[in-house]
């Protein structure tokens, strides 16, 4: 069966919709607006998770529904129903034409279709059986607490998501997109002697549940996470001040997509309040500074065929050799900052509206060697894996924990330390990157980026990089 036929089976087929009649209905609520769609979405999705021997939580959902938009000059009107019906639809285009009737604009052009696929259509959730994922958690633990004497909890889950999107524009124009979404996390606590720590790995991808189900996979995920709590056992309270700080390849990069990438959405611009407003085409960054957000990497969490206004997603380079170059766009921002959409519009799900968000973004490559890299730092702190943080994005103000964090002295790592937190701001973080490491990687499939009360998909990522100057809050003052 093919995406469009899938899609059409799951809207118009089961419910009685009847596409043709939706179609005349999407025209006449958009006549004299410049922008709009009708989003049609049917997902299911399920979590299973064990803690201590029991399976704790085992829940399967399923929700479908619309949203209709229409969009004149900044307004946007918007209705939802988790109803797939024609009177549904009627109802909200009655509303939808209250709030954006009496324009008499053009309306925009509908993006170009693309037949690219970054994903498998296939539903990951029957592809494998409810006990035979009953048993792999099992495994998991069993294998965790074999792992270690020093174990006092293991908690495993997993999760995934079938999403099939349709997006219906006013010319007939149909777009459909089939999602996968999988992610397993295992974390483990230790008891040694009193003291009690913790560790944790997760993965996933936009794919299916064989992503889990090879052994050795699994059981390199349980060793890290057992390494991270071994660390924090031997670890000693963190220094605090000024100082040189390097950050490990991978996941650390969510400092720079909470600091730096919300900066970059074409919205935060329009309106004036991004750090990084009128800054474009000038230098925000060191010259071995180049960042991108690519929504066509095969398989990433934060990948998408199209965005979730048919626009096909792409690589784009926001910062290069450390200056602005381009944002992050949806067709709003972009038609009324006169520029193009960059497949950057993403929304949680058919009850929201579409924003600039990122997808995959991530900091190059440059040209040192990880170890060159350390050997450069006198006296600081490395942190290869981060915690929380907090974000004002207005400002660029953050505050990120460092999960595992070392001393470096004299260009050598040395002591794990507990309770390191990174103090700055986006912008002028990124002027103080000395040297960026030759071995970027993205993080393992986790990421999920919060905006207006929306969660969506993301991926992040960065080589290793030497900051100078960076303020450091600690226990050991």
Known sequence: MTDLSLADTLFFKRTGLDPHNATRLVTDTLSGCEDGELFLEYEVSEFLARDDGVLKSASFNVHAGFGLRAVAGELTAYAHSGELSEAALKRASDTVKAVAGGYSGVLALAPTPTNRTLYTPDNPIDALPFAQKVALLQDIETYARESDPLLKQVSVSMSGSWQVVQILRADGTRYTDIRPLVRMDVSVTLDKGGRIETGHEGWGARGGYELFTNPERWQAAVKEALRQAHVQLDAVAAPAGEMDVVLGAGWPGVMLHEAVGHGLEGDFHRKGTSVFTGMMGKKVASDEVTVV????????????????????????????NGVLVGLMQDRLNARLMGVKPTGNGRRESYAHKPMPRMTNTFMLSGPHSPKDIISSV?????????????VDITSGQFVFSAAEAYIIENGKIGAPVKGATLIGKGADALTRVKMVGNDMKLDNGVGTCGKDGQGVPVGVGQPTLWMNGITVGGTDA
Request: a negative charge; hydrophobic letters at 20%; aromatic letters at 4%.
């Open 378 to 390: 006198k006296r600081g702190i490395y942190a290869p894996h981060f915690g929380g943080g907090q």
């Open 293 to 320: 957000d690519d929504g066509t990497i095969e398989g990433r969490r934060g990948s998408l065929t199209i965005d979730d206004e048919g626009t096909p997603t792409q690589r784009n380079v926001l910062i290069e």
